[in-house]
């Protein structure tokens, strides 16, 4: 347990592992929270029954779904109504994809479609039109690329800002078509921990949508790594559709999808067909321990966000200060840094720079970097893409962040448990890999 961990005497998911390693990856998952796998282990034994059975067993489980709804909608601004129980973001980001493509086929009318044949110039008239970013997760990413294949939808990707990080909202609005059926842009993003403004975009997107609503464009928002670091609050938002992904905020590998108004506000299509469960919109009997362990963990986001959120702001801007410190302020590159820019509290991306670690190996140098780290566990970039290191990062790349420094870079993102003795081991760890690989052997003490 950590030197200056916050919670009474409680312990909280420890970042230092039996043999002293240190885990400073919490972008790519989080341990369970204590209090969590106690939920799914109670859930697993007591409420075991068919939340649809209308005896005990069934209806305790069911109880335990609806309480879980609950904390979950109170997380993030919605009603218990508003929150559909899916198996984690990708399937979220899927649906609402899915989504809005089969609403545009079924209700933006065939005279309409017709008509938009001929106002538009790019040949894909007709098709519904969605607007995302070059730097979403593949899980929108390859469904909207998957989509544009198929030629059952058209995509633009609009490209981040090089001055920002950001996605800014005059590309989004500069990107709408009349056949723009639905935005999705991420709230955070996973590898520089960039907040995206997606508040602004819908205020802006919802005066278009009143001058027409009858093509009225899906406003969907990837909140994965938002939420449990930063207040994430659907309706001040301003979106229809918010992806909720458990395992970011410690809780175990299931999520939700945020509808406002499923079927009735903001359409909804299933993906699957089956037994009438979450209201037929995700059928299937439902994964009741999953679905306790998740509400415990958005009820504890509900209790402890600030404490969660400063203590991992501070021991960021402590990592950064130590980086700096140790390495020399002409030596380290953040990467997420950009004037005027916020990002997650607990994201560092930063590269430390010299060519003398690149050498004429293939793998980026935050990869030769990490591996002789006898400490720290961390990554380069998306946690999904680890297996595949020979490039860098391509939203490294498309921040506008130079070929030399991104493939320099290492995700550093720290958790609620994260001490500044960590910090400090790690800074060392990062020095002695630093200067083995720059043929110094052991670093001048
Ligand atoms: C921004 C973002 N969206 C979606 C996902 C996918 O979530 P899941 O792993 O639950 O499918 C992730 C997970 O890495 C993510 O970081």
């Known amino acids: 347990m950590g030197e200056d961990a916050n919670h009474d005497g409680q312990s909280l998911s420890d970042c230092t592992d039996q043999d002293g390693r240190i885990y400073m990856d919490y972008n790519a998952t989080t341990p369970l929270e204590p ?21 005990l067993p069934g209806r305790k489980a069911k109880q335990i779904i609806d309480r879980s709804r609950a904390s979950i909608a109170s997380m993030v601004g919605a009603r218990a109504d508003d929150i559909v129980f899916v198996s984690g973001g990708t399937e979220a980001n899927n649906l609402v994809l899915h989504t809005a493509i089969s609403h545009f086929y079924q209700s933006w009318g065939a005279a309409k479609l017709g008509r938009l044949v001929g106002d538009h110039q790019s040949g894909k008239a007709g098709l519904p039109h969605i607007i995302t970013s070059n730097v979403e997760h593949d899980s929108v990413k390859l469904t909207a690329e998957n989509l544009l294949k198929e030629g059952k939808a058209d995509v633009t990707f609009v490209e981040a800002s090089a001055m920002t990080g950001r996605v800014e909202v005059e590309d989004v609005l500069a990107a709408i078509r009349p056949n723009t059926c639905l935005i999705s842009i991420m709230l955070a993003n996973n590898e520089t921990g960039v907040l995206m403004p997606v508040k602004e975009l819908c205020e ?7 001058q027409q609503p009858s093509s009225a464009i899906l406003l969907h928002t990837d909140g994965a790594q938002a939420i449990g670091k930063v207040r994430v609050d659907a309706q001040d938002l301003g979106v229809d559709y918010l ?3 458990g395992h970011k905020f410690y809780g175990p590998r299931i999520g939700a999808l945020y509808v406002n108004g499923p079927g009735t506000t903001t359409p909804l299509f299933p993906m699957f067909f089956g037994g009438g469960q979450e209201r037929n919109f995700r059928p299937g009997t439902e994964n009741t321990a999953m679905i306790a362990g998740l509400g415990k963990a958005a009820e504890l986001v509900n209790l402890h966000l600030h404490e969660y959120e400063t203590h991992m702001r501070d021991t960021r801007k402590y990592l950064e200060q130590q980086l700096q410190a140790v390495f020399g302020k002409e030596k380290i590159h953040f990467n997420s840094h950009f004037p005027g820019t916020e990002t997650l509290p607990n994201t560092c991306n930063v590269s430390v720079l010299g060519p003398g670690l690149q050498g004429n190996a293939t793998a980026p140098a935050g990869w030769k970097v990490l ?9 380069v970039g998306a946690a999904c893409h680890s297996d595949r290191g020979e490039r ?26 994260t001490t500044k003795r960590d910090v400090d081991l790690v800074v060392a760890d990062l020095r002695e890999a630093v200067c083995q690989l720059e043929g110094q052997g052991q670093c001048p003490h």
Do not use: D, F, Q
Request: charged share 20%; aromatic share 4%.
């Open 35 to 55: 209090e969590v796998a106690e939920a799914i282990t109670e859930a697993l034994k007591e409420a075991w029954g068919n939340p649809s059975s209308s005896y």
């Open 243 to 245: 992806t909720i992904v």
């Open 371 to 379: 591996s002789k780290c006898r400490k720290l566990l961390a990554s």
């Open 204 to 210: 802006r997107v919802r005066v278009l949508n009143e």
């Open 392 to 417: 860098p990062s391509h939203v490294l790349l498309s921040c506008g962040i130079l070929p030399e420094v991104a493939t320099n870079a290492l995700r550093l993102s720290v958790g609620r448990a």
